[in-house]
């Protein structure tokens, strides 16, 4: 998982990411990495357009973005 974020974050490309958000719920959003930092990373949500911190221990999941096979 924490080979995508680095591929997000040094490609600047959206990656596809399941978390669990601080009330213990399920989110799935589309999203670039914008720093990764003592456990945390940053992410730029693409929809709806917003800014993210979260541990990347509440980081279920991370792939590609739908159309996105990791190819330049």
């Given amino acids: 998982m924490e080979r995508m974020l680095l591929y997000s974050l040094e490609r600047r490309r959206a ?3 399941m978390y669990v958000d601080g ?3 399920l989110r799935q959003v589309t999203a670039v990495v ?3 930092k003592d ?3 940053k992410l730029y949500v693409l929809r709806p357009p917003q800014d993210l911190e ?3 221990s509440d980081i279920l999941s991370a792939d590609y973005r739908k159309g996105d096979e990791g190819q330049e």
């Fill in 39 to 41: 456990g945390r990373v």
């Fill in 15 to 17: 990656i596809r990411l």
């Fill in 54 to 56: 979260i541990n990347i």
């Fill in 34 to 36: 914008t720093a990764m």
């Fill in 23 to 25: 009330g213990g719920a």
